[in-house]
């Protein structure tokens, strides 16, 4: 993934009104403490890399009852003040969404992300 940038400034900062953009938005963006990023493509070897993230996952946890997400399941903190794409998301207990929508993870149980030189400092705060 490359680095993020902000998005069209004109957009309010609140968490509910992120939310009402990024479902109305043909490409995703990040939410972090009032700022909204958008989010860019990732590179082939991320791709992989996360693809087999996800198979080998799933081949692990075929007898529990878990649910494996690619990047596309967005998850909030507890806070509310993040809102963020994990790469793989995992989910081992009954998944709680913040709505009825149900595009918004609100109790992962882990969270992967593959760095890059580029947003590692972002990945790992």
Sequence with gaps: MEPMTAATPNVSQAPEH????ERASEIK????????????????????????IVRLLGNALLDRHCE???????????????????????????????????????NPSVLIEVLSPSIEAYDRG
């Design 29 to 52: 963006h990040e939410y972090w403490y009032g700022e909204t990023f958008a989010m860019t493509g990732a590179s082939r070897r991320h791709n992989l890399l996360v693809a087999n």
């Design 18 to 21: 992120y939310l009402a953009f």
């Design 68 to 106: 494996i997400y690619p990047s596309d399941m967005r998850v909030a903190s507890a806070s509310r003040d993040v809102f963020t794409y994990p790469d793989v998301t995992v989910m081992c207990e009954h998944p709680r969404f913040l709505d009825d929508v149900h595009d918004t993870l609100v």
